[in-house]
């Protein structure tokens, strides 16, 4: 079976996100002053060939884990569905 994968990746809320705070600070410039606190990460689609939704999700999780985030500065969150 193949399952497509959603994953988001965001720096850990307690890091400073300077390119986040770079587009906050420029929103003004747009005319979009009302909107602050801007956090920029990363978001991946990949597919999974595997027997049950429970196994593709395991090897996403294996994925983000080992290759995909860099845990010590992000977290992830993740969906998975029949492709």
Do not use: Y
Request: aromatic share 4%; hydrophobic share 40%.
């Amino acid at each position: 079976m193949k399952f497509r994968a959603e994953i988001d990746i965001m720096p850990l809320k307690s890091l400073l996100d300077p390119q986040g705070k770079a587009v906050s600070a420029s929103m003004g410039n747009v005319g979009l002053s009302e909107i602050g606190n801007v956090r920029i990460g990363k978001h991946i689609t990949l597919e999974i060939e595997a027997d049950s939704k429970k196994v593709a999700a395991s090897k996403v999780d294996e994925a983000c884990k080992k290759m995909l985030c860099n845990q010590i500065m992000e977290s992830f969150e993740f969906t998975v569905s029949k492709a």
